[in-house]
């Protein structure tokens, strides 16, 4: 099994910065990507940033310039690091990854969420 677990939401003020983190545990044979999404009230959830294996990012175009995705290999974790914070960036921030993991004895590819954590961006 593999678990993902964020921290570091929170209240902030606009204008200030929050760093999220993404531990991910169990039987990790390799982490093909990981990626932080966000589901604000009333509406659907969208992905902010991505970043493979390779090292390679990808950021929707409403999410460049404030939003930085990095990793620790070492430790399996990622990182979001949000800067300039708006009140329209209040959501449940939730960490994605597309991990290879072995179940029931067969080598495969499954992904996985966190449980969420808060951000509320106060104006």
């Known amino acids: 099994q593999v678990q993902l677990v964020e921290s570091g939401g929170g209240l902030v003020q606009a204008g200030g910065s929050l760093r999220l983190s993404c531990a991910a545990s169990?039987?990790?044979?390799?982490?093909?990507?990981m990626g932080w999404y966000r589901q604000a009230p009333g509406k659907e959830r969208e992905l902010v940033a991505r970043m493979f294996s390779g090292g390679s990012t990808n950021y929707p175009d409403s999410m460049k310039g404030r939003f930085t995705i990095s990793r620790d290999n070492a430790k399996n974790t990622a990182y979001l690091q949000m800067d300039s914070l708006k009140p329209e960036d209040t959501a449940v921030y939730y960490c994605?990854?597309?991990?290879?993991?072995?179940?029931?004895?067969?080598?495969?590819?499954?992904?996985?969420w966190g449980q969420g954590t808060q951000v509320t961006v106060s104006s």
């Open positions: 169990g039987t990790i044979l390799r982490i093909n990507s």
């Open positions: 994605n990854g597309d991990i290879r993991t072995v179940y029931n004895g067969y080598v495969a590819s499954f992904e996985y």
